[in-house]
T-cell receptor, first 112, second 116 residues
Framework: LAKTTQPISMDSYEGQEVNITCSHNNIATNDYITWYQQFPSQGPRFIIQGYKTKVTNEVASLFIPADRKSSTLSLPRVSLSDTAVYYCLVGGTTSGTYKYIFGTGTRLKVLA | GAVVSQHPSWVICKSGTSVKIECRSLDFQATTMFWYRQFPKQSLMLMATSNEGSKATYEQGVEKDKFLINHASLTLSTLTVTSAHPEDSSFYIC????????????FGPGTRLTVT
């Protein structure tokens, strides 16, 4: 299982772009990279998923370099409501193993 | 997006009793579901992998006789905490893995269990 490493915490100000990088050096060929957001006492919410290059949806972008050993979640113009814990997860269907092992996540605090 | 529900959202029970938590995928089929536990200010800890029609696979250190998992259909998995004790009090979260590529996992809202 690919282990992920993220910064434990980050602070940002409203309106800024926030980039959170995750390293996953032993990612397997079939693994996807998925990011989740979690607020206190709620289940993680799916943000974005990608396999390589760049993926963009209505809330975020995900940048994945060619070697796929890291990924960066980009949140444009954050607001106070984006204060949450963000998890990077790696998993796929390699040998039928697709369970997610959560790391510490990154606690993002958005300041006014 | 895909929706996963959990019921109940919170429950208080007395020590020694059993509690059942349901996890449903509402708009997609999920042969595989997962159960997690989360303590305050900590990350999610995977407890077990639930597969429709077969026995669950438990993570090391998780007692299978205490945390009974049943995955009777492609949209429903249940977790029963048997003979609950105060140390079982926690936030239990399920996730369902979409059977279709790229196999996203969607999480339920969680169930807060308090054992008195």
């Amino acid at each position: 299982l690919a282990k992920t490493t993220q910064p434990i915490s980050m602070d940002s100000y409203e309106g800024q772009e926030v980039n959170i990088t995750c390293s996953h050096n032993n990612i397997a060929t079939n693994d996807y990279i998925t990011w989740y957001q979690q607020f206190p006492s709620q289940g993680p919410r799916f943000i974005i998923q990608g396999y390589k290059t760049k993926v963009t949806n209505e809330v975020a972008s995900l940048f994945i370099p060619a070697d796929r050993k890291s990924s960066t979640l980009s949140l444009p113009r954050v607001s106070l409501s984006d204060t949450a814990v963000y998890y990077c997860l790696v998993g796929g269907t390699t040998s039928g193993t697709y369970k997610y092992i959560f790391g510490t996540g990154t606690r993002l605090k958005v300041l006014a | 997006g895909a929706v996963v529900s959990q019921h109940p959202s919170w429950v208080i029970c007395k020590s020694g009793t059993s509690v059942k938590i349901e996890c449903r995928s509402l708009d997609f089929q999920a042969t595989t579901m997962f159960w997690y536990r989360q303590f305050p200010k900590q990350s999610l800890m995977l407890m077990a992998t639930s597969n429709e029609g077969s026995k669950a696979t438990y993570e090391q250190g998780v007692e299978k006789d205490k945390f009974l998992i049943n995955h009777a259909s492609l949209t429903l998995s249940t977790l029963t905490v048997t003979s609950a004790h105060p140390e079982d009090s926690s936030f239990y979260i399920c996730s369902a893995r979409n059977d279709r590529p790229p196999y996203e996992q969607y999480f339920g809202p969680g169930t807060r269990l308090t054992v008195t």
